[in-house]
């Protein structure tokens, strides 16, 4: 299948500083991108839909200036974590989709652990 | 919004143990379902899909999934499970012509050799 390829897998930041995540879909192109999150024992959380070329969609809740979204080309996505605090540590997951909203399977990235300290 | 739902948090079975997993959503509408599974310290994995045709869809390991429509559930099942079957189980649904995959809250499937 398709391979969905995230950096870093580990994160180790301070607080008040950003983190930047990639995702990159390697032998394919993503039209749509989506970043999840997911905290210990619970299920993903969508914190964003983002497609090339254009403003990524927040779900509610999720803060557009400290987790900003770049999708910046087909293969690419990035989430910048701003200013990270303590309470931003979690996995962050993004997957990838081929087709729009008539997409047949999500690709995942293997994931991105952030602790912030 | 619609929501997804998975009973059972934790299971623990022993080898060649049969496996049903419970996965209920809400919404009305026609909707696309997903299981997908999650290996310790590996990325999510799509185990099998439905999108239309025969309720019963088979997927990779020997999973295969029934998809209900009156009842909204589409449980996971597995007639003999083996011990690297341990991982967490995640159910899914999207709206048709929509682009958001939500998902159930997880399950934990632990076997026991």
């Known amino acids: 299948g398709a391979v969905v390829s995230q950096h870093p897998s580990r994160v180790i930041c301070k607080s008040g500083t950003s983190v930047k995540i990639e995702c990159r879909s390697l032998d394919f192109q993503a039209t749509t991108m989506f970043w999840y999150r997911q905290f210990p024992k619970q299920s993903l959380m969508l914190m964003a839909t983002s497609n090339e070329g254009s403003k990524a969609t927040y779900e509610q809740g999720v803060e557009k200036d400290k987790f900003l979204i770049n999708h910046a080309s087909l293969t690419l996505s990035t989430l910048t974590v701003t200013s990270a605090h303590p309470e931003d540590s979690s996995f962050y997951i993004c997957s990838a989709t081929t087709g729009g909203r008539s997409w047949t399977e999500a690709f995942f990235g293997q994931g991105t652990r952030l602790t912030v300290v | 919004a619609q929501s997804v739902s998975q009973h059972n948090h934790h299971v623990i079975l022993s080898e060649a143990a049969s496996l049903e997993l419970g996965c209920n959503y809400s919404?009305?509408?026609?909707?696309?379902l997903f299981w997908y599974v999650q290996y310790p310290g590996q990325h999510l994995q799509l185990l099998l899909k439905?999108?239309?045709?025969?309720?019963l869809v088979k997927g990779i390991k020997g999973f295969e999934a029934e998809f209900i429509k009156s009842k909204f559930s589409f449980n996971l099942r597995k007639p003999s499970v083996q011990w690297s079957d341990t991982a967490e189980y995640f159910c899914a649904v999207n709206i048709f012509g929509n682009e958001k995959l939500t998902f159930g809250t997880g399950t934990r499937l632990t076997i026991i050799p």
């Open positions: 919404y009305g509408g026609t909707v696309n």
């Open positions: 439905y999108f239309s045709g025969d309720p």
